[in-house]
């Protein structure tokens, strides 16, 4: 597992999306299950609070869009 340090202003969805570029509410779940601690600064972080990111595939792939003519 990768750690990275926050910057000032970074909520955890800009976090993630910024380290892993995905913010999905599955990645959410999993990176507060590793670092509960976070709750204690509120919705934005301050500089330098160590994250643990959590470890993911890839980009989740977008469904395939459904269409009135099919």
Do not use: F, H, Q
């Not at 910057?7 to 509410?25: F, H, K, M, P």
């Not at 643990?52 to 269409?67: F, G």
């Amino acid at each position: 597992m990768r750690r990275v340090r926050s910057i000032a202003g970074d909520s955890v969805n800009l976090l993630l999306y910024r380290e892993l570029e995905r913010c999905d509410d599955a990645t959410e779940e999993v990176l507060w299950r590793l670092n509960p601690e976070l709750a204690e600064w509120g919705s934005i972080l301050p500089a330098g609070v160590w994250v643990v990111l959590p470890e993911v595939d890839s980009k989740p792939v977008a469904p395939t869009p459904v269409s009135a003519w099919d």
